[in-house]
């Protein structure tokens, strides 16, 4: 149950808010600041919720705005009130109207592309979308811009477009001035790597390992790339050490059992493949089948 001292908060928000509706000139802008109020009450996850204090009741008062004067800004909380409630078809028609408004910003473009993704819209679509949102930036992309360029790569890198996610990973780079942390530098190996830009997916993991030592997913991913420019030597090293500081470690026995087979090793490969198979590795069983008898 509600305190009596939060239940106090919300009865004068509640009264204050009745008020300002009974003097309100404007009663489309206290429609929607009661609107808002409500709203981020519920974003907040309140374990009770107070009185009516639900999204429907945030939705009703934000339309009793926008019947009064369709303002995009009232729109805009429309669609965000119905993205909280997953109701992504009437959130995108919202959205849209705002994007076609005179307040239409990155931000209102990057909300129509987050709910196209979730609406699971073709990627050609979402990308289009945060296309739009990119060129309402200035280039060179300033700091503002880079979480968006952080997504956008993220899509491109969903739907296999590396080199393009690689293109905004570096713009990302730029925009920050270079302050970025050992996950950036393992997103972009990743990129790097699908765009079979093997030196830089290693000099990128290079600096991820350098910032991070301890990560084992980081040295498996070394391993990987060193695997793929076939210098198995090195990766079985790096794989061997990762054994050290994990016995467990599946996908180290995994991968230790590639470079062998590289290296005409199968009796070697197949017991790492086997051990990879006992510790829970699911991407080793084709290799199995394929290697060992």
């Not at 196209?116 to 280039?139: I, W, Y």
């Not at 956008?152 to 080199?163: K, L, S, V, W």
């Not at 470079?259 to 080793?284: H, Y």
């Amino acid at each position: 149950a509600l305190s009596s001292a939060a239940s106090d908060v919300y009865k004068r928000q509640a009264a204050d808010m009745d008020k300002a509706l009974e003097v309100a000139q404007k009663k489309d802008d206290a429609y929607f600041n009661r609107a808002k109020l409500i709203y981020g009450y519920q974003l907040d996850k309140p374990e009770k919720t107070y009185k009516d204090w639900t999204y429907d009741r945030a939705l009703d008062e934000v339309r009793k705005a926008i019947a009064i004067e369709a303002l995009p800004v009232y729109v805009q909380l429309e669609g965000d009130i119905q993205f909280a409630k997953k109701d992504y078809a009437a959130a995108l028609a919202s959205y849209e109207k705002v994007n076609d408004s005179n307040i239409a910003s990155p931000a209102t473009f990057f909300s129509a592309a987050k709910t196209k993704e979730l609406m699971e819209a073709a990627p050609e679509e979402v990308l289009a979308l945060m296309d739009s949102c990119m060129a309402r930036f200035v280039q060179p992309y300033s700091e503002e811009a880079a979480p968006y360029l952080l997504e956008r790569a993220q899509i491109y890198m969903n739907n296999d477009q590396a080199r393009n996610a690689m293109l905004d990973y570096d713009a990302y780079h730029t925009a920050v001035k270079g302050e970025v942390n050992d996950v950036f530098y393992y997103y972009r190996e990743q990129a790097a790597l699908k765009a079979r830009q093997f030196q830089r997916a290693l000099d990128d993991i290079v600096k991820a390992i350098e910032m991070n030592p301890t990560d084992l997913t980081y040295q498996a991913e070394h391993a990987v790339v060193n695997l793929r420019v076939g210098r198995y030597e090195e990766a079985i090293q790096i794989l061997n050490n990762i054994l050290k500081a994990d016995p467990k470690y599946a996908e180290a026995y995994r991968l230790l059992g590639l470079c062998q087979i590289q290296l005409k090793k199968t009796d070697e490969a197949c017991g790492n493949f086997k051990k990879a198979k006992e510790l829970g590795d699911p991407n080793v069983d084709e290799l199995i089948t394929k290697y060992c008898k």
